[in-house]
């Protein structure tokens, strides 16, 4: 399971039309169903997207998901949310059956939709996502501890989380990925971030007793 992108949700399933991916996206789609929709103040989960304009390009999205043939599992269009009728309101969404040639897959969406795309193997998997132009961040579940160090040297991705759902460090660490995801030479937190906010002065001194005499410039030489 992993993403190369950051979006709401970066899950990637697989296990092409096998039972696990079909246990793993019900469960999913059941823990998502139960998230709450509304004002944070009430107590909700998720509140509403930012503009309308990004709402409906969120669901178009989705539609155009569907219409390329994405299974439609949850979906979020037409949410009723605790809170006003007119907000810009849209639910969990999860679409199975992706292909990489979708949009939903190309491109980042920034909306609570999930896209399971299924492969059959593990070096499938792998190379899925080193395939992808951008390298943000990954993650593999497993209690396989070689599956585990193979996946974090194999996989071309600057992030890497091993059992954490979504690999975003702490601010001491350094926060971007490889590829197209990194702008620059340098990440935006941790060391890198010190860095590019810093003005660095080199200061080099040398104080030699008064009683010496005559001119010394004090010039290293090669021997």
Known sequence: VGWVGLGFWGLRGWSRGGATAVDLVGRIA???????????????????LVTRA??????????????????????GR??????????FWLGPTILDHVDTDMSVYTDEIFGPVLSVVRVDS????????????????????????????????????GMVGINVPIPVPMSYYSFGGWKNSLFGDAHAHGADGVRFFTRTKAVTTRWLDPSHGGLNLGFPQNK
């Open 78 to 87: 037409g949410v009723r949310a605790d809170g006003p009728a007119d907000g």
């Open 30 to 48: 059941v823990l998502a169903s139960t998230i709450s929709k509304g004002y944070g103040a009430r107590g909700a989960d998720m509140g509403p």
């Open 54 to 75: 990004h709402r409906d390009r969120v669901a178009d999205y989705i539609a155009a998901g569907e219409s390329a043939g994405a299974a439609v599992v949850l979906d």
């Open 122 to 157: 593990y070096d499938d998997a792998l190379a899925l996502i080193n395939a992808n132009p951008y390298g943000n961040g990954t993650a593999i579940f497993t209690n396989d501890g070689g599956a585990a160090r193979r996946f974090h040297n194999e996989v071309e991705v």
